[in-house]
């Protein structure tokens, strides 16, 4: 079965800097997604940014961008001039190709606070 | 992407009562997924609801405490019955994307047994 680790139970940053959230999975798959996805108070779960396993480019989606180590099987989440808007908990995501279609494993979470 | 309408936002509701959670898409799909999250806590799975055919559970989790019913491709309820202050949690109901590569979140349901 699969597993989705993230050791970071809590995260601080000051607004304006960089923070990194880690990730690490355990799969046997060769076709596999992964995701990070946020979810403030308001308890929406909003897709953050996704990486298909078999692109070695990493994934960016403007102040957000991931380290993809497939082989160690790492997925970090770099989150670059923090803003308050971005404190909420933070899922790791997994979702084997073929079969599963759709369903995830998640991780623990890790909630992220955004000093001013 | 889809439209995910989840019904209703909140809840407190005493225990031994039942709730049923309505989740309504904007186009057909073949499955739809319940999560249940505890307070703190990561998403479980719950089940997967196919249209025409039983629901799947997953282990820890049947079909007594928590009826699903998928009368067609766009809509499905998660009732959780018998409720006790241990099942206070998020519901969330999830459907994929049309290459099953993605999912989509309804609001979620914040229930609190009391």
Same mark, same amino acid.
């Given at each position: ?7 970071? @139970? ?7 800097? !960089?923070?990194?959230?880690?990730? !690490? ?14 979810? @403030? ?63 995830? !494993? ?11 | ?8 936002? $909140?809840?407190?509701?005493? $225990? ?16 739809? #997924? ?9 998403? /479980? ?15 820890? #989790? ?12 766009? +809509?499905? /309820? ?25 999912? +989509? #979140?309804?609001?979620? /349901? ?5």
């Amino acid at each position: 079965a699969q597993t989705v680790t993230q050791s970071q @139970p809590e995260m601080s940053v000051q607004e304006a800097e !960089t923070v990194t959230l880690s990730c !690490t999975y355990d799969t046997s798959e060769s076709d596999y997604y992964l995701f990070w996805y946020k979810q @403030p108070p308001s308890r929406q779960m909003i897709l953050v940014i996704r990486q298909e396993a078999y692109k070695q480019q990493n994934a960016t989606e403007n102040r957000f961008s991931v380290n993809f180590q497939k082989a160690a099987k790492s997925f970090s989440l770099k989150i670059s001039d923090s803003q308050l808007g971005d404190a909420a908990m933070y899922f790791c995501a997994y979702l084997a190709g073929g079969t599963s279609y759709g369903k995830l !494993t998640f991780g623990q979470g890790t909630i992220l606070t955004v000093h001013p | 992407s889809a439209v995910i309408s989840q019904k209703p936002s $909140r809840d407190i509701c005493q $225990r031994g009562t039942s709730l049923t959670i309505q989740c309504q898409v904007d186009s057909q799909v073949t499955m739809m #997924f319940w999560y249940r999250q505890q307070p703190g806590q990561s998403l /479980t799975l719950i089940a997967t609801a196919n249209q025409g055919s039983e629901a799947t559970y997953e282990s820890g #989790f049947v079909i007594d405490k928590f009826p699903i019913s998928r009368p067609n491709l766009t +809509f499905s /309820t998660l009732t959780v019955s018998n409720m006790s202050p241990e099942d206070s949690s998020i519901y969330l109901c999830s459907v994929p994307s049309g290459s099953g590569t993605e999912a +989509f #979140f309804g609001q979620g /349901t914040r229930l609190t047994v009391v």
